[in-house]
């Protein structure tokens, strides 16, 4: 079976030192292809450097909505410029981690949602100048994100460690991305969750890790790691009924329907 891990933060610093090792115990586990995004212009070098330095990664560049309020309005520039010069490296796959995120009082202020979504434009201008696909970041917004995506007419990418309703995921799939599926769907009262992980099309999901955060029941408050991901994915094969390798087939084949430059990467 071959699994890829649609979302995985490497360059975090829980895993400062120990990159190759967590990579090579996921490889073990049957993981084929890990993607790393970056949250920060600050992250751009990390991401890249170990896509090139380790074989099975690729990254994403993009400036994730909780780094936003922290960031000048020129680091969107930067990220332009990046983009530019990296659009024909073959491990560059995507713009993300991007998005919006209105889960606590002080992100939700008009100042604070004004400068998330100006950057959120900005990010899928970017993205549909250089007709990438993008990883979706949702939390408390999957229908202010899906507004924007309509708007700018952005149509492929992942919408990652989704929790909307059932209506809103199909929402999603007719915009043409696929639903990310991660720790959180382990955990028997995470229901809608794990409805969608369920009865949402077998052509319109992914799987993930988004490690270090959001790991799964087994884990308890431990970080999370890239080697995890077959046994979340096994959840989701049991919820649905089907065997662990159809639904790798599956997500892997999906995987790169979303994001196409990891065709030549997956093996």
């Known amino acids: ?55 099975g990664c690729s990254y994403a560049l993009g400036i994730h909505p909780l780094y936003v309020l922290q960031s000048p309005e020129s680091d969107l520039d930067v990220l332009a410029q990046w983009v530019d010069e990296k659009r024909s490296d073959d491990c560059f796959a995507a713009i993300g981690e991007i998005g919006l995120d209105f889960y606590l009082p002080e992100r939700c202020t008009p100042a604070a949602r004004e400068k998330q979504e100006y950057f959120f434009c900005r990010q899928l201008e970017i993205a549909r100048q250089y007709d990438l696909p993008v990883l979706l970041h949702t939390l408390r917004s999957v229908d202010t994100v899906l507004k924007f995506l309509r708007q700018y007419g952005v149509k492929r990418g992942i919408a990652h460690a989704f929790n909307g309703s059932m209506q809103q995921a199909q929402a999603y799939i007719h915009q043409g991305f696929k639903i990310s599926f991660c720790g959180t769907v382990t955990y028997e009262r995470a229901k809608q969750r794990r409805t969608l992980a369920k009865e949402l099309p077998i052509d319109a999901i992914v799987v993930e890790t988004d490690a270090p955060d959001l790991p799964p029941y087994w884990k308890g408050k431990r970080e999370n790691s890239p080697a995890e991901l077959p046994r979340i994915a096994e959840t989701v094969a049991g919820l649905r ?11 892997s084949r999906n995987a790169v329907s979303a994001i196409p430059r990891l065709a030549d990467r997956v093996r």
């Open 241 to 251: 009924g089907v065997s662990p390798a159809y639904l790798a087939e599956w997500t």
């Open 1 to 55: 079976m071959v699994w890829i891990d649609t979302h995985c933060h490497l360059n975090a610093e829980p895993f400062s030192g120990k990159v190759s090792q967590i990579v090579d115990t996921a490889r073990k586990n049957g993981v084929s292809h890990i993607l790393i995004p970056a949250v920060d212009t600050a992250s751009f070098t990390d991401v890249h450097h170990i896509a090139h330095a380790i074989d």
